[in-house]
């Protein structure tokens, strides 16, 4: 256990802020499978200032998620300190966690998210408004730097903590990087060893070994999973499991796989209506066949999905056929 402000956090495993995944359906997803702190996908300050209905229903989160950060954006500090007050009165969120990561063009030409990495301090002067403004802890998520010739993250991390931030997220790569390349836990490393305030690890936790090797090399107080977890929420299980007892668990069968991405389109559904969660799980579907021999035939088939008994069939259709090849092959080792 290890707290960020006074939040306590049950373990060190913690769910990354993934845009255009990290929705209540898919936090609660990965949180019955144990993982300690789950962070929701970038919100714009705008939206919620403008009270936009999207934006709010992003905001929506499910009580068995706690503890929850809720992550914002923004290049304005009036704007942002407006949506953070917002958070911090109207929801139900335990942290509130500021994107100074986001890589995109269109967020960096909002003069937010890994723009701020060029300005270390206007990250003192966002973050010590919003964290004077608020009640909930503050905390930052960042990149090392915009490129190789402009990495600051012991001085935007130090900036975070002056500011009164109550822990900070890096992740290993540039802006420049976007998601290729090896994350640098070395940069990451630095950071830890020059701010006093938790530092959470993220880039290249790709199993539960990378995660020990991250906690134990970098010293890390938490490792942020993100990708790794897509369609593989055993993931964030095997992790706490390995983290606590040493023993490393096996892989799911097909049939458990299929049942937990059913029950992900279920919330999904209750969450965006039936036509926008179908359409949006069949890349979740997808993710949750990689490493599954024989499903390639089954792809196009769930992109025309159009409603869930049309994906369900085709769910079960897997499990019947490779489901049944999977037994078989286990009863012959």
């Known amino acids: 256990m290890w707290k960020i402000g006074d939040v306590e956090i049950p373990?060190?495993?913690?769910?990354?802020?993934?845009?255009g995944v990290s929705n209540s359906a898919f936090r609660l997803t990965v949180k019955e499978f144990g993982a300690g702190l789950v962070c929701c996908e970038m919100i714009s300050d705008k939206g919620i200032n403008l009270r936009n209905k999207r934006t709010l229903g992003m905001l929506h989160m499910d009580e068995r998620e706690h503890p929850l950060s809720?992550?914002?954006?923004?290049?304005?500090?009036?704007?942002?300190?407006e949506a953070a007050k917002f958070v911090d009165k109207n929801t139900n969120a335990d942290i509130i966690d500021i994107?100074?990561?986001?890589?995109?063009?269109k967020?960096?030409?909002?003069?937010?998210?890994?723009?701020?990495l060029l300005e270390p301090n206007k990250?003192?002067?966002?973050?010590?408004?919003?964290?004077?403004?608020?009640?909930?802890?503050?905390?930052?998520?960042?990149?090392?730097?915009?490129?190789?010739?402009?990495?600051?993250?012991?001085?935007?991390?130090q900036a975070v903590e002056r500011a009164g931030g109550a822990?900070?997220?890096?992740?290993?790569?540039?802006?420049?990087?976007?998601?290729?390349?090896?994350?640098?836990?070395?940069?990451?490393?630095?950071?830890?060893?020059?701010?006093?305030?938790?530092?959470?690890?993220n880039g290249d936790v790709k199993t539960p070994l990378d995660a020990k090797r991250m906690l134990d090399e970098i010293g890390v107080d938490g490792v942020m999973i993100g990708r790794a977890a897509l369609g593989n929420p055993w993931m964030i299980y095997q992790t706490v499991n390995y983290l606590e007892t040493g023993a490393l668990l096996g892989e799911p069968s097909i049939k458990e796989k299929m049942e937990v991405c059913k029950t992900h389109m279920d919330r999904l559904i209750d969450?965006?209506?039936?036509?926008?969660?179908?359409?949006?799980?069949?890349?979740?579907a997808a993710w949750y066949l990689k490493g599954i021999k024989g499903s390639g035939k089954y792809?196009?088939?769930?992109?025309?999905c159009e409603k869930r008994e049309e994906l369900v069939k085709i769910l079960d259709e897997i499990v019947d056929e490779l489901g049944e090849k999977e037994s078989v092959a286990q009863k012959a080792v």
Do not use: F
């Open 11 to 19: 373990n060190r495993v913690v769910l990354a802020p993934m845009a």
């Open 70 to 81: 809720l992550q914002i954006y923004g290049g304005e500090k009036e704007s942002l300190v």
């Open 99 to 105: 994107n100074m990561g986001c890589p995109v063009n």
């Open 107 to 116: 967020i960096i030409k909002c003069e937010a998210g890994a723009k701020w």
């Open 123 to 157: 990250i003192y002067d966002m973050v010590s408004y919003v964290v004077d403004a608020v009640e909930k802890p503050v905390t930052v998520k960042m990149r090392i730097g915009w490129d190789e010739n402009h990495i600051y993250a012991v001085e935007n991390a």
């Open 167 to 201: 822990a900070v997220s890096v992740h290993g790569r540039t802006r420049v990087q976007m998601y290729e390349g090896e994350a640098n836990w070395d940069a990451i490393h630095d950071v830890k060893q020059a701010v006093n305030i938790p530092v959470i690890g």
């Open 271 to 284: 969450l965006k209506g039936e036509r926008v969660a179908i359409k949006e799980m069949r890349k979740h």
């Open 299 to 304: 792809r196009n088939s769930i992109n025309s």
